[in-house]
């Protein structure tokens, strides 16, 4: 049993005991302007020296955002005295976190359920609450990277770093862990069944064959005519694809998205950047991506397949 950490009202208090418990944080400004880099690391400036965020040695604390997250809690009091009302930001990937977060403003309780209709449950495990309205639900980090959209209002936050309570969220609500209010080190490793195919080492939780690519005229596409394809879906089926299937597995996902946006059933932009980072995650190159995801709006129509 994991014992809860608690966490003080006030921000500065709070960073505190999140680094005493050994989570990386650093400052976030109310309105999200990121800390200037010093000249040697300011890709701007002329005496920017080239390096990569993980091995900067020029020694100023602040510089590259989350980067710059530590667990020393004497740096931390330093910050906080400094501005006592930053929020708290900590990087996900670097404390052993992936992190799904769901935005009901943009759709993501309505994608959450669609993809738990998919998948199955989620595993119970360590969720936050917004203060916007929204969730985390923090698991175990697999040991590569994620892609980062899931569908409308879910994203998945690997590569990158959430709010902790008490942050204030944009709405004015603070942020708050679900529960009892202690910070609980999530035990849970990232669902098997959201990990691209290849590298589910336990098989997915649900045993059904999941054969959702259809023989042509097996699937309809119209409102009312049955099932119909959500950005998520085409992203976990790339997701799911095998090594030799992928590019053909992200073209076909590539066509259904452009034949649905003119539809108007989705939105271009969120699929193609769903499809892009879900691409990604199953070795296509970015340009290999975007090259075929282009291709796929100027393909002669063969749209025999919906029937
Ligand atoms: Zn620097
Ligand atoms: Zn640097």
């Not at 199955?120 to 203060?131: E, S």
């Not at 059933?265 to 995650?281: K, N, P, R, T, V």
Request: glycine fraction near 10%; charged fraction near 20%.
């Amino acid at each position: 049993m994991t014992v809860g950490i608690r966490i003080p009202a006030e921000l500065p208090a709070a960073a505190e005991a999140y680094a005493e418990a050994g989570i990386k944080v650093f400052r976030v400004r109310r309105n999200k302007t990121p800390y200037a880099n010093c000249v040697r690391c300011d890709r701007q400036s002329s005496l920017y020296v080239k390096h990569r965020p993980e091995d900067c040695q020029c020694g100023v604390p602040t510089c590259h955002g989350f980067w710059a997250a530590t667990t020393d809690v004497t740096l931390v009091r330093r910050w906080w005295a400094e501005e006592p009302d930053a929020n708290i930001g900590a990087p996900c990937k670097l404390n052993g976190w992936a992190v799904i977060d769901i935005d009901p403003r943009n759709g993501g309780n309505e994608s959450y359920q669609a993809l738990e209709k998919r998948v199955g449950v989620l595993p119970g495990t360590t969720m936050q609450l917004t203060g916007g309205g929204g969730l985390h639900m923090l698991y175990r980090s697999p040991d590569f990277d994620l892609p980062g959209l899931l569908g409308p209002g879910i994203d998945f936050k690997h590569n990158g770093y959430i709010l902790l309570a008490p942050s204030v969220h944009a709405s004015g609500g603070r942020y708050q862990w679900a529960g009892s209010g202690e910070y609980m080190a999530p035990t849970v490793a990232w669902p098997a069944a959201l990990l691209p195919r290849k590298r589910r080492q336990a098989p997915p939780p649900r045993a059904t064959p999941r054969h959702r690519f259809p023989a042509q005229g097996n699937r309809q596409q119209r409102p009312g005519g049955g099932r119909m394809w959500t950005v998520a879906d085409l992203v976990q089926h790339v997701m799911d694809s095998h090594d030799g299937g992928r590019n053909n597995a992200f073209f076909f996902a590539a066509c259904r998205a452009h034949e649905l946006a003119e539809q108007n059933l989705i939105d271009l932009g969120e699929a193609q950047m769903g499809l892009l980072s879900a691409a990604s995650a199953v070795g296509l190159t970015d340009s290999e991506a975007r090259a075929s995801f282009d291709s796929a709006s100027t393909r002669p129509s063969d749209r025999g397949w919906v029937a």
